[in-house]
């Protein structure tokens, strides 16, 4: 999440919190906002739009330092206010160039379609809920957001307790043939997930898959599932950052995806700290039922304590080099 009001102010705000990699300019990128004013979002999206496909509210962060600046989860109090932010934003981009309003807008050949779309919780009464959504979607044949992407948990549930699967089953059946509705909250690994939907058959998207171990492919979804016909897609956080693989089907982190990652460092380099934070939730035990880490404690301790990009890389390299597995990081480098 991006805070609107400084991403605005702030130069270096902008380049520390907006990087967008050039390598693969045909994957879509959102970015996510934080803002409690009509003015602040729209200006921001107005900044971000030329970097990126759309832009989100995120009305779902349960952090106390964000409900108490009304941002995040407490906006789910605030139907209205929340309306007033994406129209305006979407003025703001229509008036600015950019497709919006339609999906032939957003789908515009030639790149110029920009979506708006919000994240929410749901209430203890979903009635709330349904109000909320109803007033930020406004007219279905002419919405104000593009897509929804619900949390199934209220503001104070805990992330240890499961998600709401009868909210998320209510909310996809009555808004799901409206627009677009996607899941967030728990997808951890995706044959743990205790929903399926005609989306769930996915390609990789990383890499081709062809040769991954049986040991690490995803079981065919089981029948106890609860089917969600209207559920559009998924959006997961801490599990994705731990095993970027997760929607390439892989149940843990493959060193593939560290090579892969480490190839686009070099290529277009992060500071260095982040970098090696990004290593470390990618090589320790990921979000799934298997545990199994790449990198033991001891030697992501380590990793923290390296001060330069070629210490980690010969790092990494020693690692695999010592487990029989090849380093490829070098010459993958090369390309």
Not at 105 to 112: E, R, S
Not at 196 to 203: A, E, I, K, N, V
Not at 279 to 297: H, I, Q, V, Y
Request: with cysteine; proline share 6%.
């Amino acid at each position: 999440m991006i805070l609107a009001k400084e991403f605005n102010r702030n130069e270096f705000a902008r380049n520390s919190d907006l990087s967008i990699s050039t390598i693969r300019p045909e994957l879509p990128t959102i970015a996510q906002f934080g803002s409690n004013s009509p003015l602040e979002l729209s200006r921001a999206s107005s900044l971000a739009a030329p970097f990126v496909n759309g832009v989100d509210l995120n009305c779902g962060c349960p952090q106390s330092w964000a409900c108490a600046e009304t941002l995040g989860a407490a906006l789910m109090e605030k139907r209205e206010l929340v309306r007033d932010m994406v129209i305006a934003t979407r003025q703001r981009l229509g008036d600015d160039g950019w497709g919006v309003g339609k999906e032939a807008d957003i789908d515009n050949p030639k790149g110029k379609g920009r979506s708006v779309s919000v994240k929410i919780r749901v209430h203890k009464d979903l009635r709330k809920t349904v109000d909320f959504i109803t007033t930020v979607l406004g007219d279905e044949h002419n919405r104000n957001i593009d897509w929804l992407t619900i949390h199934p948990r209220t503001r104070h549930t805990q992330s240890s307790v499961p998600i709401n699967l009868e909210a998320l089953e209510l909310l996809t059946n009555m808004f799901g043939d409206k627009l677009p509705v996607l899941v967030s909250g728990d997808v951890f690994t995706l044959s743990t997930l205790p929903y399926t939907s005609h989306f769930l058959q996915l390609q990789p998207t990383f890499a081709s898959n062809a040769d991954k171990p049986e040991s690490n492919k995803v079981p065919a979804p089981g029948n106890a599932r609860l089917n969600l016909p209207k559920l559009a897609g998924m959006m997961s956080a801490r599990a994705l950052l731990a095993n970027p693989a997760l929607f390439a089907e892989y149940e843990t982190c493959p060193w593939e995806a560290v090579d892969i990652f480490m190839t686009n460092v070099a290529r277009a380099p992060l500071p260095l700290q982040l970098a090696i934070h990004h290593l470390t939730e990618m090589c320790g035990a990921g979000f799934g039922p298997d545990r199994s880490a790449l990198l033991s404690k001891k030697e992501r301790i380590h990793l923290t304590e390296l001060d330069n990009w070629i210490d980690v890389i010969d790092f990494i390299d020693d690692v695999k080099e010592s487990r029989g597995i090849e380093p490829v990081v070098r010459s993958t480098m090369d390309l």
